[in-house]
């Protein structure tokens, strides 16, 4: 959620029942300004809050240049003061973050231990051969980096037009851009996954007849898996405003106003995905 209309993001959100206290607000949104201005960041935004037993995160993140990829993330368990979330690459640790099942405790230090699925390997003969599960350290630091970057990925929405691809390749958010109308609200297609596409973009230009090499470049929520029952759309007519919920990361909700460049998401949760989803209907 973007700073600049930080108040009224949350009174959008008080729909579905996702609110900060006034104190939590006050100290959130001044943080934020000065996190940005001492990165000299030229957006900076309220990701979410993940709940802990002992110390709830809050995790926000800028950009400077490309808001896809010069994106840098921070946590911060007072709401005043923001650590820099380090930057996950391992593959066991991404695994070890989605097997474990604990909630977060609030100590970013704190250290766990994951037994990993066990592999299996078809060998020339085509026997199977079966490795012992392996057991992975696990920091919390690590794990809220890890578990921040698949959710975003997952889930993680903006709506069509929002961002703009400059030619030479960076990504900015749209000067230009007016919202949604009334005949584009309730369409799926017309709202994106907040982060660098994975389709190839002939895939995603060849879905749209009305196709724009410069905003159609991102994934559409449409095509997540399960079809149809990954995101939850609202639409508020009386007040010209559009609630969509993820399925299986409960706790992510999007916001956008009709007609208006107002948008944003933010997630609400305790980091756990909602694996219980085919079996809701």
């Not at 977060?104 to 250290?111: A, E, K, Q, R, T």
């Not at 400059?166 to 007016?178: A, H, K, S, T």
């Amino acid at each position: 959620m973007n700073v600049e209309y930080f108040t009224e993001g949350l009174d959008c959100l008080m729909y579905c029942g996702m609110k900060l206290s006034p104190e939590q607000r006050i100290l959130v949104e001044n943080s934020l300004i000065t996190l940005q201005n001492e990165n000299r960041f030229t957006g900076i935004y309220l990701w979410g809050r993940i709940t802990a037993t002992k110390n709830d995160y809050y995790i926000a993140f800028g950009y400077t240049n490309d808001v896809l990829k010069d994106r840098k993330y921070f946590y911060s368990v007072d709401q005043f003061q923001w650590q820099l979330l380090p930057f996950v690459q391992s593959s066991k640790i991404f695994q070890a973050t989605i097997l474990a099942r604990e909630s977060f405790v609030g100590d970013p230090s704190l250290i766990s231990y994951v037994k990993l699925d066990p592999t299996f390997n078809v060998v020339a003969n085509q026997v199977i051969g079966v490795s012992r599960p392996e057991v992975v350290k696990l920091k919390e630091e690590e794990r809220l980096a890890a578990i921040v970057f698949i959710i975003t990925e997952e889930c993680a929405i903006c709506p069509r037009g929002a961002l703009y691809k400059l030619v030479d390749g960076r990504v900015i958010p749209n000067q230009m851009f007016r919202g949604l109308n009334d005949l584009q609200i309730d369409n799926l297609s017309y709202y994106q996954i907040f982060r660098l596409p994975r389709n190839d973009l002939k895939a995603n230009l060849a879905k749209r007849s009305d196709y724009n090499y410069a905003i159609d470049f991102l994934d559409t929520i449409d095509g997540v898996i399960p079809l149809g029952q990954a995101f939850a759309l609202n639409l508020q007519r009386n007040e010209r405003l559009v609630i969509i919920k993820s399925c299986l990361w409960l706790g992510m909700t999007f916001f956008h106003k009709l007609n208006s460049h107002k948008h944003g998401f933010l997630y609400l949760g305790d980091g756990k995905k909602n694996y219980d989803l085919l079996f809701m209907y």
